[in-house]
T-cell receptor, first 115, second 113 residues
Framework: AQSVTQLGSHVSVSEGALVLLRCNYS??????LFWYVQYPNQGLQLLLK??????LVKGINGFEAEFKKSETSFHLTKPSAHMSDAAEYFC?????????????FGKGTKLSVKP | NAGVTQTPKFQVLKTGQSMTLQCAQD?????MSWYRQDPGMGLRLIHY???????DQGEVPNGYNVSRSTTEDFPLRLLSAAPSQTSVYFC????????????FGNGTRLTVT
């Protein structure tokens, strides 16, 4: 069965430092891949998605993610963290050829940004 | 645009009570789904619908019922609430889940005592 693993339930960085949030998927066929962000007391909103075009995907708020098939990874990065980036981030996968009900989320990584 | 609207925002139930969590979207999306979010567990799919009159089970469907009589509405029913159903519930919709983002409501925080 398709699964997604996010390494690190909590990540803390200083303002201005690099943000790296890790996501690995398990699938023999590269799935569709997504990163969502959740701010406190809100629903999730899409940051970016990979659907098989460019392997480096740019999203909103300066975030980007690189799809690496050899590593089955889709890590999220931002060169310089801002206080407003503090939130919980979820990686999600949807298998190609699967039904529309199969968006599977990772357990999330909570990002803290220190001043 | 309203997007995805969930009501109520908060609810406290006693064990054994029933209730319906409401979800409505005004984007004419065919696909709608319900997730529950628990600390350290991420989001888990409860039920989903690919169109009016069509529903299917997700990863954790037990204890929940759904129906989809219109494109706009997708209510989630708890028939006999249990403390294990204490969670935050999110409704989401999209036109086509594999290539389009899910639009989420702001959630319903449910406590079962």
């Amino acid at each position: 069965a398709q699964s997604v693993t996010q390494l690190g339930s909590h990540v803390s960085v200083s303002e201005g430092a690099l943000v790296l949030l890790r996501c690995n998927y398990s699938s023999s066929v590269p799935p569709y891949l997504f990163w969502y962000v959740q701010y406190p007391n809100q629903g999730l909103q899409l940051l970016l998605k990979y659907t098989s075009a460019a392997t480096l995907v740019k999203g909103i708020n300066g975030f980007e993610a690189e799809f690496k098939k050899s590593e089955t990874s889709f890590h999220l990065t931002k060169p310089s963290a801002h206080m407003s980036d503090a939130a919980e981030y979820f990686c999600a996968v949807s298998p190609r050829g699967g039904s529309q009900g199969n968006l599977i989320f990772g357990k999330g990584t909570k990002l803290s940004v220190k001043p | 645009n309203a997007g995805v609207t969930q009501t109520p925002k908060f609810q406290v139930l006693k064990t054994g009570q029933s209730m319906t969590l409401q979800c409505a979207q005004d984007m004419n999306h065919e696909y709608m789904s319900w997730y529950r979010q628990d600390p350290g567990m991420g989001l888990r799919l409860i039920h989903y619908s690919v169109g009016a009159g069509i529903t299917d089970q997700g990863e954790v469907p037990n204890g929940y019922n759904v129906s989809r009589s219109t494109t706009e509405d997708f209510p989630l029913r708890l028939l006999s609430a249990a403390p294990s159903q204490t969670s935050v519930y999110f409704c989401a919709s999209t036109q086509e889940v594999n290539n389009s983002p899910l639009h989420f409501g702001n959630g319903t925080r449910l406590t079962v005592t």
